[in-house]
């Protein structure tokens, strides 16, 4: 009687595990909820969580998928999947982007099991950006007409947690509200500082947000950021909130002058030749 090894069959399987390395398929389907595609480059910051989802159609069991970076080498994150299935089976891995990479991924899967590899997708890597030091007066409270000056610093994270001024990009104010609108764009000078001068608005609640699109390269701009890791730059938004008064002095009080009804209280009056204070006859 042939004997049969038990590490090359699951009890009632139909297949051996080399049958199922020769048949599986291994494929991306989106990277950050985008479609996948190995045509497109996708574009990510450093110390960015990226989830991949993935298919994997065959017989498989117990499998372990790697995403690897195909330029470094590598290992981003692994996942398991179940124990055994019979057609298709649908995953994803999660993995942080670690500064340790120049500029680009190559991403793969690999299942550690069968050795089949799933296609290269290219992500360009960016680095993450942040306002920071927003000053405006007043705590928010202004009044119509009022100069308001609004001043920050645009920033970029060049390292983990190690963060810089971000020179010569275009910073957006606009507000929204009781109406809305753009009170203008600034560029930053060379250590990311700007600043806004403008009038408050008419009277009422208002929310402004400062915006930051992004750098990101293209075209041969994007082939030398490749090839020299050049850093290009993710968006960043800053939203405040302000109520815009109709008059830059509080109104008169509504309630009665207390030291006046004193002063009324000890005064003597005369009335029919009597004399009356405010508690007695005298």
Do not use: C, H
Request: net charge negative.
């Amino acid at each position: 009687m042939q004997e049969v090894v038990a590490s090359q069959y699951y009890e009632g399987a139909t297949a051996t595990f080399g049958a199922a390395a020769n048949s599986e398929t291994l494929t991306v389907t989106q990277i950050n909820s985008q479609t996948a595609s190995t045509s497109a480059t996708y574009w990510v910051a450093y110390g960015e969580n990226v989830t991949v989802t993935f298919t994997v159609t065959g017989p498989a069991s117990n499998d372990v998928i790697e995403a690897a970076d195909a330029i470094s080498g590598d290992i981003l994150g692994t996942t398991t999947l179940p124990q055994y299935t019979t057609t298709s089976y649908q995953g994803s891995i999660s993995f942080t982007v670690p500064w340790s990479l120049a500029g680009q991924i190559g991403l793969m899967l690999k299942d550690e099991t069968t050795g089949v590899y799933s296609s290269e997708y290219m992500i360009d890597l960016v680095y993450p950006t942040r306002f920071a030091n927003i000053s405006y007066p007043n705590s928010g409270q202004w009044w119509t007409g009022q100069s308001i000056t609004v001043t920050g610093t645009l920033q970029y994270e060049s390292g983990s947690s190690s963060w810089s001024g971000l020179g010569s990009q275009s910073v957006t104010l606009s507000y929204t509200g009781s109406s809305s609108g753009t009170v203008g764009t600034v560029t930053t000078d060379s250590s990311g500082n700007f600043s806004f001068t403008f009038s408050a608005p008419s009277p009422g609640n208002y929310t402004y947000k400062l915006s930051y699109g992004g750098n990101v390269p293209s075209g041969a701009e994007a082939a030398a950021f490749r090839s020299a890791a050049i850093w290009g730059s993710s968006a960043a938004e800053y939203a405040f909130n302000v109520v815009v008064l109709s008059t830059s002095s509080p109104p008169p009080p509504t309630t009665p002058n207390v030291s006046l009804l004193l002063a009324a209280v000890g005064a003597s009056l005369m009335i029919g030749g009597y004399g009356y204070s405010a508690l007695k006859k005298s």
